[in-house]
């Protein structure tokens, strides 16, 4: 009997000429995500997108401490951190003006591929300091103007506007 991995619309026994085929569920792990900083930010550009008042990201400590900025700086309403480990998430409610999103642009910088770390006179300034961007520095995850006036450079994660 030969078996197959297959999706669960397709799970049961097949008689194909001679042989019999049995096709069944897979049930291994689950792969890993390579970058969970993008995942966050794709997942609060589609709610965004389609105008969601709120958003679940699985949760860690570097997501919590970029929502907190994020809330600080006003770009989203709030945010809670639900549940048990291993299936804990972050809660985001997003913040709307007049029915359009706050955030315009929401850009991943330092990637898994290409990290980028900057001294505190190279920090990047965003649309002539309109925007934020979020840095990853030894005392935390803080704005780059934070990060300036206490003289830090870290790896910059994102760029908000």
């Known amino acids: 009997m030969a078996r197959f991995r297959v999706y669960l619309n397709q799970v049961g026994k097949y008689k194909l000429g001679l ?93 898994p591929s290409l990290r980028v770390y900057v001294k505190s006179d190279e920090i990047p300034k965003v649309m002539n300091g309109l925007g934020i961007v979020i840095i990853s520095t030894p005392k935390g995850v803080m704005t780059g103007k934070e990060a300036k006036a206490e003289n830090l450079g870290g790896e910059v994660l994102c760029s908000v506007c």
Do not use: C, W
Not at 26 to 38: C, E, H, L, R
Not at 59 to 78: F, H, T
């Open 19 to 111: 042989k019999n085929y049995e096709i069944f569920i897979y049930k291994g792990a689950n792969m890993s995500m390579s970058d969970v900083i993008a995942d966050m930010l794709t997942r609060i550009r589609n709610a965004h997108l389609v105008n969601k008042k709120s958003v679940d990201i699985p949760a860690s400590n570097l997501k919590v401490n970029i929502a907190k900025v994020m809330q600080q700086e006003g770009y989203i309403e709030s945010f809670s951190v639900d549940g048990e480990l291993p299936e804990k998430k972050i809660k985001i409610i997003l913040k709307y003006y007049d029915g359009k999103s706050v955030i315009e642009s929401l850009k991943r910088i330092s990637k």
